[in-house]
């Protein structure tokens, strides 16, 4: 069918797909764009400028594991924070897809409600 670059984000112990990316050119196309995303990836609250530390992990031929960190101050810190965020960049294929259908408004009852 088509191929895809899947990223998920991982917060508070939960993931979630954050990014769905189509790609042109097959399977070989599609891994070439996953590595891509993930050296270039940025965390989901990023100041354009800021620095940001990674770590690229290669987990299988299609899948990469990513860390990024930040450091920052709040004004009741006495140094600097570090926040970090987890990634997995995946070239996936897409092998089904079932369109969903809207569902219908709900109908009126007697009384009208």
């Known amino acids: 069918m088509s191929w895809y670059v ?27 764009r996953a590595e891509e995303v993930a050296r270039s990836c940025t965390p989901a609250m990023h100041l354009s400028g ?36 987890h990634l997995t960049v995946r070239a996936a294929e897409l092998v089904h897809f079932q369109e969903l259908i809207p569902d219908e408004p709900p109908k009126k009852s007697r009384f009208g409600r």
């Open 6 to 32: 899947l990223v998920e984000r991982g917060r508070y112990g939960e993931s979630e797909l954050s990014s769905k990316i189509p790609v042109e050119g097959g399977r070989e196309a599609a891994v070439t």
């Open 50 to 85: 800021t620095p940001i530390g990674r770590m690229v992990f290669q987990t299988s031929p299609t899948s990469w594991f990513v860390e990024l960190s930040k450091s920052l101050w709040s004004k009741s810190d006495k140094g600097p924070a570090t926040i970090v965020e």
